[in-house]
């Protein structure tokens, strides 16, 4: 990831501790860009398109999205970002969740999700996997807000 | 709709055929009775005109008797006449002779009639006397004496003797008369009791039919209408069913959508606790690097109860988090295999069952070869149309646990048969091994359910997945068993699976 760009992580989940050990992981896979992060959609739909820090005004971001959220499913926000106008509808979301159905992963990368992650059990994978996730963070291109 | 299920039928096959039989028998007994009828009245013709007859004879017997009399009477004036002509004596003693002959036969055919008797007793009595006569006047003519003879003759003529022997000669013959139009009105009222017996049969059996007749088609109405009413209740029967079917898959469903809701909620805080003991793992591992540098610099400062904490207290708790999560992460992931296996959709193809125990035992050979096992088809297995997965998944389950639950003492030897019988085909995989315990032989199909001694790794799931397996294709398991006896699992299935449960 760009450093001077800042790019910001926009993190919903609704799992405070999985939020915890990601965010935890992430760190340890040395990303230090700022990590934004909600507990349920409402909030999350409405930093992202409304905020002034938000992608939509600010600069660019990757969401990390939960898909199993109290007040709607994670696949409505995905359809939601990607349908939209703007620039949101570039920014990688990167699906991290515990569903490992088939039929649901076809349905994510069919509305456009950028990566598909279904959540390891066994910890030590877990941190694995997000520090695997953290090492492509930092790899990634992001496109620029302003074109 | 349940409540028509305890309709009853108007048609009452039993009572039908016991009225139709009556019907019958009534019937018969009817056409016997014109029979009787019949023969009697035959009988009773052939005697009448047996008894005309022999009127008839007794009335030709009485001419014939008075004639020879009359005849008698008239040849002797014939030959008083004149004596001279001999063929007059000549027929006077043809007839003389002809009479007793005559009565005899009279007598003889009116033997029954006691007033006939009598009469002929008068007849005879008067008889006598003429013959006596008679026999005197002639032999006086034969003597000469014709003047003797014209005076007897004379006397005798003028005695009532003759009309008396005529009277009764009448009366015999008006007595048959009367016999014969008694017996004649006998005859006519036998012949008409014969016409009313043929009528009143005749009516019986009309009544009968008709009567049969209408009882027959009642039972076909009744009949046609309990078939309607059975069409009806079978349709509502189908309707029921469907309802039923689809009510079933709907709780299935329900129940599948639950476990599979409910695994993948436990799965998540499962991972904050999997995660967060890690981090406590290693935060303790920090903490016993101070403690271990603080006993070495500054002892004074660690007590007892820190390095029991830092060195044993949370490593042996981290240590039970840990087992127990992973127990059930493992307990989690079977309970999501299953809602998952009972999610998938079925696709029933023609199986080579023979091919398919090949393969499970390619697939074990290295354990196989191991242990000494061995894995045999009896037989040949039978064809079988299902679903691929499902029966692979339940064939190596059950062969799988014959080879794991050995019994201690000898090699194991898997048999695996089959066969189709009536319109099920059944599958046995039997073993040598340690057997079950009669009363675990429920208990096994259960979920996280074990039985026998505890020496082998498990979560006690394949069971459980074989008896969904099979239930979801239609069959059944069972399983006969006895300690120490190896084990027999008997899986019964539908030769073809058919996808009628809409899932």
């Given at each position: ?15 405070e501790g ?69 620039p ?17 992963i ?13 959540k ?23 496109p620029?807000?302003?074109? | ?67 020879l009399?009359e ?19 000549d ?46 006047s ?108 689809s009510?079933l ?90 809602s998952?296996q ?57 062969i ?13 030897e ?80 539908p ?9």
């Amino acid at each position: 990831m760009n450093a001077h760009q800042s790019v910001s992580i926009v993190m919903i989940e609704d799992d405070e501790g999985h939020a915890r050990l990601i965010e935890k992981n992430i760190r340890r896979a040395g990303i230090m860009n700022d990590i934004k992060h909600f507990l349920d959609g409402t909030s999350a739909l409405d930093y992202l398109f409304n905020s002034p820090h938000g992608p939509m005004l600010n600069g660019p971001a990757l969401v990390l999205l939960d898909l199993n959220l109290p007040d709607m499913s994670g696949t409505d926000i995905l359809a939601k970002i990607k349908q939209s106008d703007g620039p949101v509808k570039r920014t990688p979301v990167v699906v991290l969740t515990t569903t490992d159905d088939s039929r649901e992963i076809q349905r994510c990368y069919d509305l456009g999700a950028n990566v598909y992650i279904t959540k390891p059990v066994n910890y030590e994978s877990f941190a694995q996997a997000i520090r695997q996730l953290g090492l492509f963070l930092s790899v990634i291109q992001v496109p620029d807000i302003e074109e | 709709m349940a409540g028509e299920q305890g309709h009853s039928f108007a048609v009452n096959d039993g009572k039908i055929g016991r009225v139709l039989i009556a019907f019958m028998a009534v019937g018969f007994v009817a056409l016997i009775a014109a029979g009787i009828a019949a023969a009697w009245v035959t009988g009773e013709m052939a005697r009448h005109s047996q008894a005309v007859s022999h009127t008839y004879e007794v009335e030709l017997s009485i001419a014939e008797t008075r004639r020879l009399i009359e005849q008698g009477e008239t040849t002797r004036r014939g030959f008083l006449l004149s004596p001279t002509t001999a063929s007059f004596l000549d027929a006077y003693n043809t007839t003389a002779a002809a009479l007793p002959v005559a009565t005899k036969r009279l007598r003889q055919l009116t033997y029954d009639n006691p007033r006939q008797q009598v009469h002929l007793r008068t007849l005879d009595k008067h008889l006598r006397e003429l013959l006596a006569l008679r026999a005197e006047s002639m032999e006086l003519i034969v003597a000469g004496d014709i003047a003797e003879a014209t005076e007897r003759f004379r006397e005798e003529l003028s005695s009532v003797r003759l009309r008396q022997i005529r009277a009764v000669f009448d009366l015999m013959a008006r007595e048959e008369r009367n016999l014969l139009r008694t017996r004649d009105a006998q005859q006519e009222r036998s012949i008409s009791l014969f016409y009313t017996v043929l009528v009143v049969a005749g009516l019986l059996l009309g009544a009968v039919a008709i009567a049969a007749l209408l009882v027959v088609v009642r039972y076909t109405g009744d009949l046609a209408q309990s078939r309607e009413q059975l069409q009806q209740l079978n349709e509502s029967l189908e309707a029921i069913v469907v309802d039923r079917t689809s009510d079933l898959s709907r709780a299935n469903d329900e129940i599948q959508r639950f476990a599979y809701i409910v695994s993948h909620d436990l799965r998540s805080p499962l991972v904050n606790v999997m995660g967060f003991t890690a981090e406590l793992e290693a935060a303790t591992a920090t903490l016993r690097e101070l403690v271990e540098r603080a006993q070495e610099e500054a002892p004074a400062i660690l007590t007892e109860d820190a390095q029991l904490a830092a060195r044993e207290d949370l490593p042996e708790a981290i240590g039970f988090i840990r087992t127990s999560t992973q127990k059930m992460d493992r307990l989690i992931n079977a309970i999501l295999a299953l809602s998952r296996q009972g999610r998938r959709v079925l696709a029933p193809e023609p199986l080579d069952l023979m091919r398919m125990v090949g393969q499970i035992r390619d697939s074990m050979a290295h354990r196989l070869d191991e242990t000494g096992a061995s894995i045999d088809v009896v037989g040949s297995l039978p064809a079988l149309v299902s679903d691929r997965v499902a029966i692979e998944q339940i064939l190596s389950n059950l062969i799988e646990n014959a080879v794991k639950y050995r019994h201690p003492d000898r090699a194991v030897e898997v048999q695996v048969r089959g066969a189709a019988a009536a319109d099920r085909v059944w599958i046995e995989v039997s073993d040598n091994g340690r057997g079950i315990d009669p009363r675990d032989h429920e208990r096994v199909f259960d979920l996280f359910r074990r039985s026998g001694t505890q020496d082998q790794p498990g979560e006690g799931i394949g069971l459980a997945h074989v008896r969904a397996l099979a239930y979801r294709l239609g069959g059944t398991i069972t399983l006969r068993s006895a300690l120490g006896e190896g084990a027999t699992f008997r899986l019964s299935l539908p030769p073809t699976l058919s996808l009628q449960e809409k899932s």
